[in-house]
């Protein structure tokens, strides 16, 4: 069964950084699109970000985190990682990460097949 975890979060000060990674143990990360997203309850969940597979270099990221948060992949340790600078009050969530067998790089929750259960992520004004 393919399974992700997500850790990293925590309690932060506005302005403050945190890096959030994304681990998988029974698969290799680097075959699948990984996608980052966050929800707060009551709310619809964002597509924050995403990276293509190994094999391309496809990056995209949601007005609301670019220049702020950077993905990228480490496959030695079979990771993924969202560095998240500068963060907000308003980026308090809950932050998963997913993985898809498609090709594209998409931020649309839809298209993910695997999900972690979470990290959360709290920032202080």
């Known amino acids: 069964e393919v399974q992700l975890v997500e850790s990293g979060g925590g309690l932060v000060r506005a302005g403050g950084s945190l890096r959030l990674s994304c681990a998988a143990s029974?698969?290799?990360?680097?075959?699948?699109?990984i996608g980052w997203f966050r929800q707060v309850p009551g709310k619809e969940r964002e597509g924050l970000s995403c990276i293509s597979r190994s094999d391309d270099t496809t990056i995209y990221y949601a007005d609301s985190v670019k220049g702020r948060f950077t993905i990228s992949r480490d496959n030695a340790k079979n990771t993924v990682y969202l560095q998240m600078n500068s963060l907000k009050p308003e980026d308090t969530a809950r932050y998963y990460c997913a993985a898809t067998t498609m090709m594209l790089c998409s931020t649309y929750w839809i298209y993910y097949d695997y999900w972690g259960q979470g990290t959360q992520v709290t920032v202080s004004s």
């Open positions: 029974e698969f290799t990360l680097d075959r699948y699109v």
